[in-house]
């Protein structure tokens, strides 16, 4: 008998890379480029949310009708990226990886038991980029992209189609574990059935991503014994919110 493959669908920023702004500051150039306005970008909450979502959500805050923005969001995608290589080549900018990830990363690639898919709010070129430039893009040929769709909730069935696509395997929402850092990694689990490790690297602490009932919820992700440990338990239903 075949051990079901379990599909892990992995968050990038605040999961897997700590950003240190390089999205932020080419965002800011790329919208002043297409829009002549940024919003109110230097405080704005850039967690769990798609790269077209903030957009908008800046946009709306200086009053711009969803059809003027609508009209101009494809434009947006070539000078991101454009200011996003810049920014990726500045050591205060350059994205790291966070604790624990490269090695976690590493021994999931080397076992049966899973594979591993992007789940993502970046543009799909864009969270490439950021993790070259962590060092850690290798480890990955398929996934989700904020340029899939604006909304989160939709990301999971396109992650797990395009995985089951490219390794033949049979694999369902309801059998992948999200991995990500804020409540919206956790809603859009549950959205498609998915189940939900909730990882406290992305500004949100233990408790606040407890509060969102994820099926588990770790401190970070520097520890891989205890990572896959929590994996497995949640793979095989054991259920355990601390
Ligand atoms: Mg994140």
């Given at each position: 008998m075949t051990a079901l493959v379990r599909l892990l669908l992995l968050d990038v920023d605040g999961t897997l890379i700590e950003p240190r702004g390089?999205?932020?500051v080419a965002l800011r150039s790329a919208m002043l480029e297409v829009y002549?306005?940024?919003?109110?970008?230097?405080?704005?909450?850039?967690?769990?949310?798609?790269?077209?979502?903030?957009?908008?959500?800046?946009l709306r805050c200086c009053a711009w009708a969803d059809e003027e923005i609508d009209a101009r969001l494809h434009e947006v995608w070539e000078p991101y990226l454009r200011h996003l290589d810049a920014a990726l080549e500045t050591a205060v900018t350059r994205p790291t990886?966070?604790?624990?990830?490269?090695?976690?990363?590493?021994r999931?690639?080397?076992?049966?038991?899973?594979?591993?898919a992007l789940l993502t709010g970046n543009v799909e070129e864009g969270a490439t980029r950021k993790l070259r430039a962590a060092g850690i893009s290798h480890r990955f040929?398929?996934?989700?992209?904020?340029?899939?769709?604006?909304?989160?909730?939709?990301?999971?069935?396109?992650?797990?189609?395009r995985a089951a696509r490219r390794t033949g395997l049979s694999l369902r929402a309801?059998?992948?574990?999200?991995?990500?850092?804020?409540?919206?990694?956790?809603?859009c689990a549950r959205a498609n059935g998915s189940r939900v490790v909730a990882v406290a690297t992305g500004g949100f602490s233990a408790d606040d991503l407890r509060s969102h009932d994820p099926d588990r919820v770790?401190?970070?992700l520097s520890d891989s014994d205890s990572v896959l440990e929590a994996?497995?338990?949640v793979a095989t239903g054991a259920r355990r919110v601390r």
């Open positions: 390089a999205g932020r002549g306005q940024t919003g109110p970008i230097d405080d704005h909450d850039f967690r769990g949310k798609t790269d077209p979502w903030i957009v908008r959500d800046l990886p966070c604790r624990g990830v490269p090695e976690l990363l590493r999931l690639s080397g076992d049966a038991r899973y594979e591993l040929d398929v996934g989700a992209f904020g340029s899939d769709s604006e909304c989160r909730a939709d990301l999971p069935p396109i992650a797990v189609a309801e059998d992948a574990i999200v991995v990500g850092d804020t409540p919206e990694d956790v809603l770790l401190d970070d994996l497995d338990d």
